[in-house]
């Protein structure tokens, strides 16, 4: 039952952050489900914003939503240079990325299964 309540939550959770991205206007936001693949997380979520400015923007206030509503203290790291930034909220990891920047590293081919229907676009 706990593993159940547990994904209950991880799934309100990235609900939360797929609203948060929209309403912030990011852009070509795609989730991966990570569950069985990785301990890091049970989701991924990657993002683009269209400038510097915005990916910071992105970032703080997501982490800022998450604590307010799930009492989640984000880590967050590379809001110094905006480029590409990551928050961690413990079972969402976000990965916010200037748009050249992340087509240069690519992630969600590396989470992706080959050939299959991997990520769910919104």
């Known amino acids: 039952m706990a593993a159940t309540t547990d994904m209950t939550k991880s799934r309100q959770l ?9 309403e912030d206007k ?7 489900d990570l569950q069985g ?8 979520v990657i993002c683009s914003g269209r400038s510097t400015r915005q990916v910071t923007a992105i970032a ?3 982490a800022q939503t998450v604590k307010d509503r799930f ?3 984000a880590r967050i790291e590379g809001k110094e240079t905006g480029d590409w930034v990551l928050i961690d909220t413990g ?3 976000v ?5 050249e920047v992340r087509e240069f590293y690519q992630l ?7 050939g299959g229907p991997g990520a769910a676009a919104h």
């Open 14 to 22: 990235l609900e939360t952050i797929i609203t948060a991205l929209t």
């Open 26 to 32: 990011a852009e070509d936001i795609v989730q991966i």
């Open 37 to 44: 693949k990785t301990e890091l997380g049970d989701f991924m």
């Open 60 to 62: 703080e206030k997501l």
């Open 71 to 73: 009492g989640r203290v």
């Open 91 to 93: 079972d969402v990891i």
């Open 95 to 99: 990965h916010v990325f200037r748009p």
């Open 108 to 114: 969600e081919k590396m989470w992706q299964p080959q």
